[in-house]
């Protein structure tokens, strides 16, 4: 065994790690625990192609499972592996102007306002915004940020009434390249709420070990 062996057995973590798909499939576990059908299904893949993206990310330590009767559940090993789709996320985007290039053309944010981390937190603490947490309600009850309020985005549109009046919005999802938080930001600006972007999201959360309710079915 020579250090190029040991260079070699890390690269095939970062194999792993270069498919757009398997990164989806990372945050989306992020997000909580999974069986592999309803992982399937909110990734926009077959039950087989679903699989052998699962079988990659936990042959490279990734991703662990456990079986529940007849379903096989899939997690993500660790907090760590959260930390490295960021790091990675965020050299990407540091190196590489097509990165930011295709970042700005699919979320762009120039019209909206951004809230960063220790900004939300703070003003969330102090009562000053109400967080928005516009995932499915099953990923919300999963886990979210503590005192946030759920309105999956698919219903936003029909609950307006329930948010607060005079009272600024803060939105966020599955992570920093979540779609979801910007179009319910859009669609409040629309309708004259306050509101704004959280910077980042469950992903990045849980990367830095930042507190997350969890809620017991």
Not at 44 to 65: E, F, I, K, P, Y
Not at 73 to 99: F, I, K, M, N, Q
Not at 120 to 140: C, I, M, N, T, W
Not at 193 to 205: F, K, M, P, R, T
């Amino acid at each position: 065994m020579s250090t190029a062996d040991v260079y070699a057995a890390v690269a095939r973590v970062g194999q792993a790690l270069s498919s757009g798909t398997r990164l989806k499939m990372l945050e989306l576990l992020a997000q909580g625990e999974r069986p592999v059908g309803e992982l399937s299904t909110v990734a926009g893949l077959n039950v087989t192609t679903a699989s052998a993206h699962l079988q990659t990310l936990r042959d490279a330590g990734l991703v662990v499972s456990r079986r529940d009767g007849k379903r096989v559940l899939y997690r993500l090993a660790g907090s760590d592996v959260a930390a490295l789709v960021t790091t990675l996320c965020a050299v990407a985007e540091a190196h590489r102007p097509d990165v930011r290039a295709e970042l700005a053309a699919a979320l762009p944010t120039d019209d909206i306002r951004l809230m960063d981390r220790d900004e939300l937190l703070a003003a969330s603490g102090a009562g000053r915004v109400v967080v928005l947490d516009v995932r499915p309600a099953d990923e919300y009850f999963a886990g979210h940020l503590p005192g946030a309020m759920s309105i999956p985005l698919d219903e936003l549109a029909t609950r307006l009434a329930e948010i607060p009046a005079d009272v600024e919005v803060v939105a966020y999802c599955r992570g920093r390249y979540c779609v979801l938080s910007h179009r319910a930001v859009r669609l409040l600006v629309d309708h004259g709420i306050d509101a704004a972007l959280a910077a980042d999201g469950i992903l990045e959360w849980h990367a830095d070990s930042v507190p997350i309710t969890r809620i017991e079915p």
